[in-house]
């Protein structure tokens, strides 16, 4: 149990171009998903957290309007970047938990290039 | 802001040596997780542990968290190449808001056969 998936699992994209990255909760209800980035070999780095249903929280230093997260339903969390620059090329993660859980479960992770 | 302390960076060893990973904080969690994680891949929730004191073995593996619950080790009985990963502890706050949780920097650990 506990399956979390994420599409596309890399993306190649041109600079100023929006990419829309998928979370989705296979076999459980997500009432809370994560979103983090990574850089090679180092931890993780939380960008934002959002409910089901309500605006996302994000970390000091994360711009909102650049990181779009939508979290529609409770299986579905969505992360767009918009407006992408080479500086963006990461290891983005998602995490969902479900409701009175301190445990998050991951997703594959996605690739984004931007060139 | 809690600070998760996790030592050592990185770990080199071969196969059949024992080995032990800390994560240390001056703040208290209501429970710690650990995570594997390959490359090109997401973390993998390996155990959580809650209670104070409490000892959690998976096969090779030892997890203790401290009694005063700000600390935590993972212990690893003679390391096989499959080991090979980072490892990230986690700790959770109960007045934390949605869940979040605090990552250490990681161990990212090589067992040579």
């Known amino acids: 149990g506990a399956v979390v998936s994420q599409h596309p699992s890399r993306v190649i994209c041109k600079s100023g171009t929006s990419v829309k990255i998928e979370c989705r909760s296979l076999?459980?209800?997500?009432?809370?998903m994560f979103w983090y980035r990574q850089f090679p070999k180092k931890s993780l780095m939380l960008m934002a957290t959002?409910?089901?249903?309500?605006?996302?929280?994000?970390e000091q230093g994360v711009e909102k309007d650049k990181f779009l997260i939508n979290h529609a339903s409770l299986t579905l969390s969505t992360l767009t970047v918009t407006s992408a620059h080479p500086e963006d090329s990461s290891f983005y993660i998602c995490?969902?938990?479900?409701?009175?859980?301190?445990?998050?479960?991951f997703g594959p992770g996605t690739r984004l290039t931007v060139t | 802001t809690q600070l998760l302390e996790q030592s050592p960076q990185f770990l080199s060893i071969q196969e059949g040596e024992n080995l032990t990973v800390y994560c240390n904080s001056s703040?208290?969690?209501?429970?710690l997780q650990w995570y594997r994680q390959e490359p090109g891949e997401g973390p993998v929730l390996l155990v959580t542990?809650?209670?104070?004191?409490e000892v959690k073995k998976l096969k090779r593996l030892t997890f203790q968290f401290g009694d005063a619950r700000k600390d935590s080790s993972l212990h690893i009985t003679a390391a096989q190449p499959g080991d090979t990963g980072l490892y990230l502890c986690?700790?959770?706050?109960?007045?934390?808001?949605?869940?979040?949780?605090?990552f250490g920097r990681g161990t990212q650990l090589t067992v040579w056969p």
């Open positions: 703040s208290v969690f209501s429970s």
């Open positions: 986690a700790g959770a706050d109960r007045g934390s808001t949605l869940g979040r949780l605090y």
């Open positions: 076999d459980f209800q997500a009432t809370t």
């Open positions: 959002s409910n089901e249903g309500s605006k996302a929280t994000y």
């Open positions: 995490s969902a938990s479900s409701a009175g859980s301190y445990e998050q479960y």
């Open positions: 542990v809650v209670t104070g004191g």
